[in-house]
């Protein structure tokens, strides 16, 4: 039996509406999972986290291998008690981290690599991805793949897509833990048919779960989306899909409309820290100097204990002279953001309203630079008033 499971409660076009079970309880998809990468969310307590409407949180394994050690997070009980987050916990294979790092030898073995740290020579294979994994402890892990970057030739594109494949094999032999599910990914770069032949190739596997990996790596949002395009079609549809490292707030909306499931990205969390705000309109910086004497809420219509107590020009304050509440409160509301994006999200799919909600969402939200970009400058911000958006956010003025 499965450690996990998927209801998929409705549909609205190809967008989905379902529930993953797992170990440490059920999280609601579409679902966005904040990225906790040494097991911290940076700047938020795990209460904060739970507060923001996370269900699930993400952990990486290249990082929390290198600190504390994967050892040491097993002895002190796993990642869940060793960050006391007592939901649903995925964490990545450590490939995407890896394959970034400057003189990586790769072969058919695995990636011989060195730590930032001391120069250490460090062999990394889909055996040894596993077993970091399982003395993690989390409740979904990732298989070890080839992720290539972009742009790279077709040629290098369909031996990542065979190698992954081979990988896959490795890691799912490897797999000794009954209570974590294993999800493969699928490769392909920008090539259609490497995209379906990969995501074929994944689907044979008859794992709990898959992925759309080798995105967000440097193609625009079009080709993000044509990825997802050529792959989706060739997933199962009992099983959560989940698209890796992605991304922003109309990246998700889009790829709910092509059938994604699951999402993660360090974005709300990183952008927060820099002082950047995300709104239903957009976002901006709170740290420019206009806001200084700001008396308003980050969002005047969001429920998040930032918005309810706090001005913007307090966090401007805050944010200006490097106090870390600024960090947190700025982090603490974008997640909310993302958050609410993905309850309305979900609301919408149940009503049958998805694409009234996706229209009303990337209307308001876009500027008319990226509207054109992605294809959707029709939408505009006086139709927007006549489709549906559903959520604690509103217009920030």
């Not at 450690?3 to 529930?19: P, V, Y």
């Not at 369909?158 to 032999?173: I, N, Q, Y």
């Not at 549809?237 to 109309?250: H, I």
Request: aromatic share 10%; charged share 25%; net charge negative.
């Amino acid at each position: 039996m499965s450690a996990l499971s998927f209801e998929l409660k409705c549909t609205d076009g190809r967008a989905r509406r379902g529930a993953v079970t797992t170990p440490h309880g059920t999280f609601q998809t579409p679902a966005f999972m904040p990225v906790g990468t040494r097991g911290t969310v940076k700047g938020l307590m795990p209460r904060d986290l739970r507060e923001t409407g996370s269900e699930i949180c993400l952990g990486n394994t290249y990082h929390l291998h290198i600190a504390p050690g994967d050892k040491i997070v097993k002895k002190l009980g796993g990642l869940h008690e060793f960050m006391k987050w007592d939901r649903p916990i995925l964490t990545d294979s450590g490939g995407f981290q890896v394959f970034s790092l400057p003189r990586v030898k790769l072969d058919e073995q695995g990636v011989e690599f060195k730590f930032q740290k001391g120069g250490k020579s460090v062999l990394l294979t889909p055996e040894r991805s596993i077993g970091i994994q399982e003395n993690l402890g989390a409740d979904i892990m990732m298989a070890f793949d080839v992720c290539v970057e972009y742009p790279t030739t077709y040629e290098a594109a369909r031996d990542a897509v065979e190698r992954t494949d081979r990988w896959l094999k490795r890691c799912a032999a490897a797999q000794t833990r009954d209570d974590m599910a294993l999800f493969g990914i699928v490769q392909g770069s920008v090539y259609p048919d490497l995209r379906q032949m990969s995501a074929e190739l994944t689907k044979a596997h008859d794992l709990p779960g898959i992925a759309i990996g080798g995105v967000s790596v440097g193609e625009t949002h079009t080709q993000m989306m044509d990825a997802v395009d050529h792959a989706e079609p060739f997933l199962p549809t009992d099983k959560p899909r989940y698209l890796m490292g992605v991304g922003f707030p109309e990246d998700l909306v889009e790829a709910v409309a092509r059938g994604i499931d699951m999402f993660d990205c360090v974005l709300p969390s990183r952008f927060g820290r820099s002082g950047v705000i995300f709104t239903r309109r957009g976002r901006f910086r709170v740290t420019k100097g206009k806001f200084k004497a700001d008396s308003f809420p980050l969002d005047p219509n969001c429920n998040c204990y930032a918005c309810q107590n706090f001005s913007r020009g307090y966090i401007n304050h805050l944010l200006n002279v490097k106090e870390i509440l600024g960090s947190t409160l700025a982090t603490l509301h974008n997640i909310t953001f993302y958050q609410d994006l993905m309850r309305a999200t979900r609301q919408s799919i149940e009503e049958g309203t998805f694409q009234f909600f996706r229209e009303a969402f990337l209307a308001e939200y876009l500027d008319d630079e990226k509207k054109a970009e992605i294809g959707v400058e029709h939408y505009t911000r006086d139709n927007a008033d006549k489709l549906s958006w559903d959520t604690t956010h509103s217009v920030v003025p």
